[in-house]
């Protein structure tokens, strides 16, 4: 499995990005995917995950700005990052789970920088 985030860039406040995430390997066993951020000096937190077609949550501190979707067909995965704050600054990660616990295994892309500037 590979995963490979793009649409990072630098942005000013309010407005807007697109991250778009490419599988390839064996996707037919992904479970959920999601994308977690992680700025400079903090622990890396969960932005958005989508399970199935119907199973969509978000931090507290996106919702209503961000969506996350899904694109089996193409197996890309997307983040519509709207409004964007400075908070927002960090390296964007796509995740993919496989299997549930106790035989969970996440695969994690590489990373793509969004910086906000105020």
């Known amino acids: 499995v590979r995963l490979v985030e793009s649409g990072g860039d630098l942005v000013q406040a309010g407005g807007s990005l697109k991250l778009s995430c490419a599988a390839s390997g064996d996707t037919a066993t992904f479970i959920a995917m999601a994308w977690y951020r992680q700025a400079p000096g903090k622990q890396r937190e969960l932005v958005a995950r989508i399970e199935g077609t119907e199973s969509i949550d978000y931090a507290d501190s996106v919702k209503g700005r961000f969506t996350i979707s899904r694109d089996n067909v193409k197996n890309m995965l997307y983040l519509q990052m709207n409004s964007l704050k400075a908070e927002d600054t960090a390296v964007y990660y796509c995740?993919?789970?496989?299997?549930?616990?106790?035989?969970?295994?996440?695969?994690w892309g590489q990373g793509t920088q969004v910086t906000v500037s105020s």
């Open positions: 995740s993919a789970q496989v299997g549930r616990l106790p035989k969970r295994y996440d695969y």
